[in-house]
């Protein structure tokens, strides 16, 4: 059974940068499209970011679009996701999830969360001065 691990939240001041690792064990990524999630208190999940099984074809929220870049490597069985230029709004528990097996451009839609599964526990990314 594929289990993902998140790391590499922390506190980072605004402008600051943080990598979040997806560590995966109990079967290889290599079928799998893995997306990021995030989690504001109070506010619904959202869908971040999402790289193919072949890392060919990837997808940004337009709300991190030139300042995250999700990225994989199949050798280490983990996906990370650099973030830049973090803002107060970043803030928020992370997961990744992976996506139902496709081909190697398949991106499930990051608007419908329930196509992932293999949850992660999260990990806690604050933004702040």
């Known amino acids: 059974q594929l289990q993902l691990v998140e790391s590499g939240g922390g506190l980072v001041q605004p402008g600051g940068s943080l990598r979040l690792s997806c560590a995966a064990s109990g079967r290889t990524l290599d079928y799998y499209a893995i997306g990021w999630f995030r989690q504001a208190p109070g506010k619904e999940r959202e869908g971040v970011s999402c790289i193919s099984s072949s890392a060919d074809s990837t997808n940004y929220a337009d709300s991190v679009k030139g300042r995250f870049t999700i990225s994989r490597d199949n050798a280490k069985n983990t996906v990370y996701l650099q973030m830049n230029s973090l803002k107060p709004e970043d803030t928020a528990v992370y997961y990744c999830?992976?996506?139902?097996?496709?081909?190697?451009?398949?991106?499930?839609?990051?608007?419908?969360?329930?196509?992932?599964?293999?949850w992660g526990q999260g990990t806690q990314v604050t933004v702040s001065s």
């Open positions: 999830a992976a996506g139902p097996v496709g081909g190697k451009y398949y991106l499930p839609d990051l608007k419908t969360p329930q196509l992932f599964g293999s």
